[in-house]
């Protein structure tokens, strides 16, 4: 099934265009590509639809975190696989989030503050990060362990966690989070 679209005036697929249980044919008057066009526009030259946007959006985002964390973390999750190229095939049944950190141990809360996710806030790590964000390659574990794992490899682990040996038994004790058990 094809359709004309408003901007562009070209007969395109339906799969060309946005969904939308509005309208009669099931699609937007506009095709994808003409729509993004438009918003850009809309954007770059509207101030307040700017503003109104990112307030709508960060609202949404605050009332989805205070009733399911999986939320958010899906959402953003879709957003980074669509910015780097990934592939994306998880469902929200795919994401659980434990009451403890399965790496580091500790307690997992979810961080409302405006500075960003805690230590102890729980992330979304890929097992495997080339394979992307799909079932079985997903698990749940706290920022802090992300971000420890994020760039190292198993064998640069080891050295700084050797390193942290050396130094607790020469000086005493490390920092710890303060989420810590």
């Known amino acids: 099934m094809s359709k ?60 989805q975190r205070k009733n399911d964390g999986r939320v958010v973390m899906w959402w953003s999750a879709r957003q980074r696989a669509k910015r780097n190229g990934l592939e994306f095939k998880i469902q929200l049944e795919h994401i659980s989030i434990p009451d403890v950190c399965p790496v580091l141990g500790i307690r997992l809360k979810q961080s409302l503050g405006k500075r960003g996710p805690s230590d102890c806030s729980p992330s979304l790590d890929r097992l495997i990060p080339s394979k992307g964000y799909v079932p079985g390659n997903v698990a749940v574990i706290s920022h802090l362990a992300n971000r420890l794992k994020t760039n190292a490899s198993a ?25 810590a058990p």
């Open 155 to 179: 064998a640069q682990l080891r050295l700084v966690a050797d390193y942290i040996d050396k130094f607790t038994a020469s000086a005493g004790t490390w920092p710890t989070p303060a989420c």
């Open 4 to 63: 004309i679209c408003k901007g562009c005036k070209k007969k395109l697929p339906l799969e060309a265009f946005t969904r939308s249980p509005r309208n009669r044919d099931g699609a937007l008057p506009k095709c994808k590509a003409c729509r993004r066009t438009h918003l850009k526009k809309q954007w770059a030259s509207n101030a307040a639809f700017r503003k109104k946007r990112l307030r709508y959006d960060a609202a949404y985002k605050r009332t």
